[in-house]
């Protein structure tokens, strides 16, 4: 309960512009109305904020304030965690695909990293990349696994289907700027196991030259290229 409670707080400070104002428009009916509206009234229809009220394992209720001329109005809307963008939404924001079953099922044993991992996706469809990383961070403060620990595949047919699927199963690239000569180290991009995220670590200075620690800063279920960690980095 107390996990659920600090996650809502959580997200409701620190994510509405930049998650849950673009999950309103991706992933509800009030994206396309929105778009709909607008062309015929000159933008004075607006979401103007959201607020998550509930989490559960399958969904997020989320109530938007509409503005809509003079007039503003409250709508919940209920968004699931598996979830694809709405009609009317998919050029926009394009779905990614969904996260394999035989994963959920595993991190189902720790409950902040199902929601996590769900979660993740549905930032990196509305292009929230800061917010990734974020997330990795907060389900180690509730609990959660963490990205640190190494994880083997179980069963002996499950290894060979993963074998013969030919992905990367474990990775560890350190990032530079462009043109230098290893140094310094920007970061680092690392998988940690066949059945882990792709997650990007950025190298922070310690003042008073107390050294450097690396902090996530984005994840996603594919492997992340240049151009999406350079932004991420820069922002």
């Known amino acids: 309960m107390m996990q659920l409670e600090f996650c809502m707080a959580y997200l409701n ?29 000159g933008g004075s229809y607006s979401i103007e904020d959201a607020e998550i ?11 938007a304030t509409i503005r809509e001329g003079r007039k503003t109005t409250n709508e919940s809307v209920t968004i699931a965690l598996d979830g694809d963008p709405v009609l009317g939404m998919t050029k926009t924001f394009p779905t990614l695909p969904r996260i394999d079953p035989f994963i959920l099922n595993r991190e189902s044993m720790v409950p902040i990293d199902n929601f996590c991992r769900r979660f993740i996706r549905l930032c990196n469809i509305v292009k929230a990349y800061d917010a990734t990383g974020k997330m990795i961070q907060l389900g180690v403060q509730l609990g959660g696994k963490g990205v640190g620990k190494l994880q083997s595949v179980r069963g002996r047919q499950q290894r060979l289907d993963f074998v013969n699927s030919f992905e990367t199963i474990y990775q560890f690239q350190n990032m530079y700027r462009s043109g230098t000569s290893y140094f310094p180290i920007l970061g680092s991009v690392v998988k940690l196991g066949p059945l882990e995220p792709w997650v990007a670590h950025q190298r922070r200075d310690l003042v008073n030259d107390g050294g ?3 902090l996530p800063v984005f994840a996603s279920e594919t492997q992340p290229d240049g151009e999406v960690l350079m932004a991420t980095f820069s922002s």
């Open 212 to 214: 450097e620690v690396y």
């Open 53 to 63: 009220t509930c989490i559960t394992s399958d969904n997020i209720r989320i109530v």
């Open 13 to 41: 400070e620190h994510h509405k512009s930049d998650v849950l104002l673009p999950f309103i428009r991706a992933f509800s009916e009030l994206g396309p109305k929105s778009v709909q509206k607008n062309m015929w009234m």
